[in-house]
């Protein structure tokens, strides 16, 4: 039987009171809760943190650049040196909140602009997979299936988890359609769900190009940050049951 983690983006506001649609988590196996560099602040994280444990959810750290203007989502040029300061400050932020919480942080899922450079940029995605391995190499990475982060966080031995997205379409070399491009967002529901099967069952997908690209699915990400998130998530969630697969979030290796 095939197994498949539905992952979301979540704790993303700002002030206790905003902290999204909770409903969600009835939904999603795992969650990433931003840390405060591009979104989330410490009460926000702190609530997001207790939610998550109270609904049984894999909580995970989703850090990213300090750009909250831009909400995470602009290229900057940073080192890898920047990049691993980065990543386990973030790391250890969100551990702490855990910890206290008397949670386990099973992941590490990089945010936005971040995300999409370590995916090509080797040397950013081997800072990334080495500031995971120094705070805890029993923690699982998250990355864009077939990408750069995965190869490095597997060269680190750390277990990986090749992500794919519901709503996002696919250039033919495998990366993701740039939100510049009108062609980047699904937005029909049905479509979005026939993507996922096709991910997850055939191994493939359908770039915007028309050709197939083999992938390999672990995680499907859910956008938790739009009016239709939720009945979309119920809708990904039963469909996924009703073709037999086990819906479960990956298990993070405990290490001596």
């Not at 995970?60 to 909250?68: S, V």
């Not at 995300?115 to 990334?128: F, P, S, V």
């Not at 009016?227 to 697969?245: H, S, T």
């Amino acid at each position: 039987m095939r197994t498949i983690d539905l992952n979301c983006d979540f704790g993303e506001s700002f002030g206790v009171y905003r902290l999204g649609q909770e409903e969600i988590l009835s939904y999603v196996t795992s969650v990433n809760i931003a840390c405060g560099f591009h979104a989330g602040d410490p009460l926000v994280m702190r609530r997001t943190v207790q939610l998550a444990i109270q609904h049984g959810v894999a909580i995970g750290a989703h850090p990213g650049f300090p750009d909250l203007f831009g909400f995470g989502r602009r290229a900057m040029a940073v080192s890898p040196e920047e990049v691993y300061a980065y990543v386990v400050y973030q790391i250890g932020a969100l551990a702490a909140f855990v910890k206290a919480e008397g949670g386990v942080m099973t992941h590490v899922k990089p945010h936005g602009a971040l995300y999409n450079m370590a995916a090509k940029d080797a040397a950013l995605a081997e800072a990334i997979a080495k500031a995971v391995y120094d705070v805890d190499p029993s923690l699982v990475l998250y990355g864009l299936a077939g990408s750069e982060l995965i190869r490095a966080g597997q060269a680190y031995g750390l277990r990986t988890a090749s992500e794919v997205f519901a709503d996002r379409t696919y250039q033919v070399d495998g990366s993701l359609t740039p939100r510049s491009d009108p062609r980047a967002i699904i937005a029909d529901e049905d479509e979005a769900v026939t993507q996922v099967l096709m991910m997850i069952r055939d191994r493939r997908v359908r770039s915007v190009q028309g050709t197939d690209v083999a992938i390999e699915a672990d995680t499907v990400c859910l956008h938790g940050d739009n009016e239709q998130a939720v009945r979309f998530a119920k809708r990904l969630y039963q469909a996924l049951q009703n073709e037999g697969i086990a819906i479960q979030a990956p298990r993070r290796e405990e290490r001596r």
